[in-house]
């Protein structure tokens, strides 16, 4: 900040542009806009960052692995700083040519500064949350349902549809199935729908599997994460793609290794065996697949290896 | 282009707003700003997108490897499109408080239009060409040194220093070695060369290796891709990174087969050598290594493996 300090201090003045000295520019200190454009047949796909969260790696953070090894895997692929772990958040956007179609969105401004970034990165990407046509939720977790509303409440898409997956819609909203929750993460998922979805029980409609969602999306099931969670193939021309919705969290631990558990796994045997089936079918297919938790863009093709998968992140195209 | 048209004819009516069968956004067909900041101790580092080539692979690409076996391996790591390459552009700036360094300028304005974006991807980042106070040049290529003058013929950085590599400017500067290059690529970086720095002769300083060629900033010898091609340590702090420039062209290729040989390359085998006691160091040190030609944002760890290497992608941190 120093420089920052002494820079401010001098601007105007004549000293500035006769000292070679002086900074020539500020620190800035933020990042590039969080969007990435690509295409799929004839549909131009956006990803579009909400931001990320960085936090202490809790001792139960992968479940069925000792934080040590979690700790000395993250420092092995290069995860910095050591000991934290860093989760980003990443909906995708779908223009067809006719239908502005989001998959989820992000976390909502009510969290942190780090996320609830989402409308910040589609203005940024010249879309506007007005324009959006339909909203998809993969499952009702808050970091993919709590953007849909504003900061006062309001609806955030205030002209799209909301799409649940009709298991997830009939699990997290029964008060019968919140009441038997008995430990804290699906305790607090249970209150955070109650308290965030109960107004749109009469504005949502819901969406089972293996169904064309909307023109070109079709709905995979992929429990365990969730009872309802779901991926998604989105199809144009001879093109299609993966969205992986929480196949997995983070892809350094859990898509190397489909065998450890993240704590947010509601079945966790079932979320284990949803990641095999899973990635051998996009391995298999090396189609593109689309992590809402890879690294920005979150674009990748898995590889299957001895032990697991590996993720071979996209080529950063600068056309589209 | 058919909903764009349709969008059109339809703007402005009243019909667009009542139809929510209409194109809700006009497909957009152009990437993100290409800019991304990061920290290496107290220094602002920013890697600036000149663009990217797309070019079917030349049977030579790889000189001392099949064109079968190169266009192979491509479509392995799910380059595409199949048989083409792409060659991505990625000059770094360095903002250390008090001075702003540019290393290497990009195409420059005259060659296609998918390069020669280093001046809006500065503008991107919130910066001007005539904040520049030192322009250090890797190696006199044009991909490297044509963005030195602008479409007009003018210096681009106008305010900046220019430091060249000795051993380049010494070699690819004089007549003499001109003449006596026989082969079309070297003849091709001759005559670049002499028309677009000849005007430069008076204005630029040149610098040798081992040496601190501005604060925090130390030139590291990595010879054969030219005579005197240089890489750089950047350190702030604690922090130190490297500055490979072209050690390779595109690591797909060639940071995964140290081996591979190519078609730019001065002297191959020194290139050869040159990428092993290069990549050896970075794998060790577990540093950073930022690379001209690896994809944007072009950051990355090297690791060793079986063959030759693996370049393990930084994370995209949507933090500076």
Known sequence: MTQMTRRALLAGSAALAASPALASAPIVDTQAPGFYRYKVGDYELTQLSDGAATFPMPDNFVTNVSEDRAIAEAARLYLAPRGEVTVPFNPVLINTGNKLILIDTGYGPNVSPFVGHLPASLAAAGMSPEQIDTVIISHIHPDHTNGLHTKE??????????????????????AENAAKADDPVSKAYFANARKTLTDLVDHV???GWDKEVAPGVMSIATPGHTPGHTSFAVASGKDRIFVQSDVTNIPAFFLRHPDWHVMYDHDPELAQRTRHRFYDMA???????????????????VEKNNTGYRLVPANWSTTV
């Open 283 to 301: 391995a298999v297919e090396k189609a593109l697949v689309v992590g809402y938790h890879f690294p920005f863009p979150s674009l990748g093709h």
């Open 153 to 174: 409440g309001a609806l955030a898409f205030p002209n799209a549809e909301i799409l649940m997956p009709e298991k997830d819609w009939a699990f997290w909203m029964s």
């Open 205 to 207: 409609g819901t969406y």
